[in-house]
């Protein structure tokens, strides 16, 4: 691909003026370094982990040249990572980490306690399956495995959506309406080692449109001191935790909407739920990540071949966006959904299950195929999705769901 | 240096609330509110969980009066190296001002510091953060109810060191915490006990003027763990200290110094006859384990006093 110079001006697509472009060539890791730098967080606690790494690296560099005023704390472990953000968010500053994998699993609990505490901590992860075996390839099981844990998911297909989901992260999970945690997700290797074209706002418009963190209570407040993390009751525990539930519903629309300023900022779509050839499909597949990239591959060589096939990508996980995945797959002949992760013993693997009870629980009924791929890292390719569309197209013409699961590529 | 007068420091405002709910008899109230006094309202403090923290934020109630944070029973350590982080980031932009700087003091138990929160305890000494870490130590996960830590005497009897025919309590012997702290090389290591209040809050002073990484641990008798009568939680303390149980010292850059020395050194049984979670080992038959237990007490004694005296050489070097 010729480089694009960076003296390329555009116009904005939905703004008055014309900004001239900062066109780079970074990797999916170094993407979210760069958003990291122009957000500028007042704390960053992080452990290394592969193939997080090279964020926690090049950013400790920012550190060490004194491009970030950050405090960088070297913590001696994930566990602490996560705790020391807590606490530096609970005392009223803007906090930041990275990790994947085992990181994010030693976590577990303190993903819990942060999104329990409704502390706007932004986590960056780079998408890495979970031992055992040990696999430092990419799959979704660690993030998925955090579903439930009330932290606000988003996913990125490629470095330039790592870089803008990790800049809106911060405006989403501070907004008085969420104040819920952020964790942003790329594919490990594939994206955060892949080096691609990212178009990166001036540092002043970033830093403009992250604006300040300006929290309600602050532990560093001692002339009107405040309490963190009281034992509750179970005359009190349900209301207070169904509070969760209701600022997850609230982050639908305020993903939206942020999402919406930051398109007129820079043209750039953030749609929750993203369509490819959707006008007209009979057949459709749902998909996280960067399969994304195969999957339209896919759909054009089956459109040139006469099937009406297309493709939803689903960029903001949690909330689950149910009802706009209902409109957009109702009257569909057929869908398959596509996971990176496994569930043992459930029924369908974890975007299936939820595509499927947003479907049944608002009467949309369809043939609904489940196909697993890229399981420990392993390569997923257009034929491949193309035979899972060819797979899908003969088994709705039943026109009744279908139980069983297919795996991509597997031997 | 602090002035310590009773009247006044019995007349000062609590920072730590009546109303909670800590058993009767504990010491861990009492220790705190003797070194909050000292820490005085410019305070932040973070709490590991245990019974302290969940007996004083039974929600929607709090005990206390200064900001205060519990998160997760593990990490104390890494929750005040966050919050230090947090002033010092501010500090640097000059939003909030350092010239009476902002005392950050974890309490934990001996759970949280001996044992699920050593790493994090560790790291927290290792980064150089500004805190005060005190650990009050009853010497057993009594929160949970009564199991042995790594802060158990050998033979004391716990939930998960019972004794019977064959087994005479906890069997293996307790970590030195204060002194793993003290070889981290932080400015400040202390022992000590609330029955010695002066000496625990001329400690508090010291750790919080060291202007880096701080440790106290602090003896805090447990009525309900070591089944003993709620009046006499500080007369066992002065009884930990004659019977050199638990020695009162400080390590002030890496220089040792005994505070206290018994009058008159007593045998271990003194300790134990006034404990029920020893009354195993007051019975007949029970002499050899009593014995090997005095000697690994009197083992670490004789070893305190050799390097507080060998401390002193130090002290001429540098001087």
Redesign the interface.
């Known amino acids: 691909m010729k480089p694009i110079s960076s003296d390329l001006v555009l116009e904005n697509q939905g703004g008055a003026e014309s900004m001239k472009i900062d066109s780079r060539s970074l990797s999916g890791g170094f993407a979210v370094a760069e958003a990291m730098r122009q957000t500028n967080p ?2 960053v ?1 992080c452990y290394p982990i592969t193939p997080s790494t090279i964020v926690v690296e090049k950013f400790s560099e920012l550190v060490a040249n004194g491009e970030v ?3 960088f ?5 994930e ?3 996560l ?11 803007r ?1 930041q980490t990275v990790s994947s994998s085992q990181g994010l699993a030693f976590m577990w ?2 993903l819990y ?1 942060v999104s329990g ?1 409704r502390l706007p901590v932004v986590l960056h992860c780079a998408n890495r399956a979970l031992s055992a075996p040990i696999n430092i390839h990419g799959d979704h099981s660690d993030t998925m495995g955090a579903r439930d844990s009330g932290w606000i998911q988003l996913y990125a297909e490629n470095p330039q959506e790592a870089y803008d989901n990790a800049l809106v992260a911060v405006r989403i999970a501070e907004h008085p309406d969420v104040l819920l945690p952020v964790l942003g997700s790329q594919d490990g290797y594939t994206v955060t080692h892949s080096v691609e074209r990212v178009d990166v706002l001036p540092d002043e418009e970033a830093k403009k449109f992250v604006g300040k963190y300006i929290p309600e209570f ?5 002339q009107n ?9 179970p005359e ?1 525990a349900f209301e207070l935790k169904l509070q969760g539930i209701e600022a997850m519903r609230n982050a639908e629309a305020i993903i939206e909407k942020v999402g919406e300023e930051f398109t007129s900022l820079t043209g750039r779509s953030l749609d929750p739920v993203e369509l490819y050839r959707m006008e007209d499909s009979e057949l459709a597949m749902v998909v996280i990540g960067s399969v994304a990239g195969a999957a339209r591959v896919a759909v054009d060589r089956l459109r040139s071949d006469g099937i009406k096939a297309g493709l939803v990508k689903i960029r903001a996980y949690r909330p689950f966006p149910s009802l706009r995945i209902c409109e957009v797959l109702a009257g569909r002949k057929g869908v398959a959904v596509l996971d990176r992760a496994l569930s043992p013993g459930a029924p369908y693997s974890p975007l299936y299950g939820d595509i499927c009870s947003a479907l049944y629980s608002h009467g949309v009924i369809l043939p609904l195929a489940s196909f697993v791929y890229g399981i420990g890292g392993r390569d997923t390719y257009p034929a491949q999705i193309v035979d899972a569309f060819h797979r899908l197209e003969h088994e709705s013409k039943l026109g009744t769901p279908i139980p069983q699961t297919s795996y991509l590529g597997i031997t | 240096m602090l002035k310590l007068n009773l009247r006044e420091i019995s007349q000062s405002d609590e920072l730590l609330a009546p109303g909670h709910s800590l058993c009767p008899g504990c010491v861990e109230s009492v220790a705190v509110r003797q070194i909050l006094n000292v820490a005085g ?4 403090v ?1 709490s590991a969980t245990g019974c302290l ?2 007996s004083t ?4 109630m ?1 005990a ?9 029973f ?2 104390a ?7 230090e ?6 500090v ?2 000059g939003v ?1 001002a350092d010239d009476t700087p ?1 005392n950050f003091i974890v309490f934990a138990g001996d759970g949280g510091t001996y044992d699920i929160g050593f ?2 305890l ?2 927290a000494l ?2 150089g953060h500004r805190f005060l870490y005190v650990c009050l130590n009853n010497e057993a996960y009594m929160n949970t109810g009564i199991q042995r830590s790594s802060a158990t005497l050998p033979g004391t009897w716990t939930t998960t060191s019972p004794f019977s025919e064959t087994v005479a309590g906890k069997t293996q012997a307790r970590k030195d915490m204060t002194s793993i702290v003290a070889d981290h090389g932080i400015p400040y290591a202390a022992q000590a006990s609330p029955h010695l209040w002066k000496d625990l809050m001329r400690k508090v002073e010291k750790a919080l003027n060291s202007g880096g990484p701080s440790f106290i641990n602090v003896l805090a008798a447990c009525p309900r763990g070591w089944r003993t009568e709620p009046e006499i939680g500080i007369r066992l303390g002065k009884v930990a200290v004659d019977t050199c149980v638990w020695p009162i010292y400080e390590v002030i850059e890496g220089r040792w110094i005994l505070n206290a020395k018994p009058r008159e050194k007593k045998p271990i049984t003194e300790w134990f006859e006034l404990q029920g979670r020893f009354s195993h080992l007051m019975r007949p038959g029970r002499e050899e384990e009593v014995a090997t237990i005095q000697e690994q007490i009197d083992l670490l004694w004789d070893s305190l006093r050799t390097r507080c005296e060998s401390s002193k050489g130090l002290e001429k070097v540098t001087a």
């Not at chain 2, 309202?41 to 932040?44: D, L, Q, R």
């Not at chain 2, 934020?57 to 929607?60: E, I, K, R, T």
């Open positions: 007042d704390v606690a005023d950050t405090e704390v070297a913590v001696e472990s566990h602490s990572a705790s020391a953000c807590l606490a530096a968010t609970a005392a009223g500053v906090s609990e303190v306690a505490l602050s532990l560093l407040d001692t001191p405040v309490t963190f993390g009281p034992l509750i009751s009190h | 309202p410019n305070t932040v973070v923290s969940v934020s039974p929600y929607p709090t206390w009066r200064t900001p205060w944070i519990h998160s997760l593990a990490n350590g890494a929750t005040v190296s966050g919050i982080a947090a002033y010092r980031s501010l640097k932009k909030m902002t790493q994090s560790s790291g290792e980064r």
